[in-house]
């Protein structure tokens, strides 16, 4: 029903920079909040950033002040700036929507993973 495309992902230089982006379209009732996860080989998938619909933020420990997520919620559209990156963000990117459905109830929708290399 909701489909979540990524873009953006690729291979990038210590210290250099990336922008990602997700589209999300299909038949969405209320947008709870969007976000970003990440996951690489031999550990589970991790938060990265979230955003609400009213635009509060939420980030990782591991991110805060080098990554900045924002929203186009006219688009539907959630991007995350990745700055000064180290080859310990190298991941599998997911997006992420969680939806408020019709009669309340929420559902989360996770897009197909864009990938992040970070070389040293």
């Known amino acids: 029903q909701v489909q979540l495309v990524e873009s953006g992902g690729g291979l990038v230089q210590s210290g250099g920079s990336l922008r990602l982006s997700c589209a999300a379209s299909g038949g969405i009732f209320s947008i709870y909040a969007m976000g970003w996860y990440r996951q690489v080989p031999g550990k589970q998938r991790e938060l990265v950033a979230t955003?609400?619909?009213?635009?509060?933020?939420n980030y990782a420990e591991s991110v805060q002040g080098r990554f900045t997520i924002s929203r186009d919620k006219f688009g539907n559209t959630v991007y995350l700036q990745m700055n000064s990156l180290k080859p310990e963000d190298t991941a599998v990117y997911y997006c992420y929507l969680d939806e408020i459905k019709l009669l309340g109830s929420r559902r989360d929708y996770w897009g197909r993973g864009t990938q992040v290399t970070v070389s040293s």
């Open positions: 955003i609400t619909s009213e635009g509060s933020t």
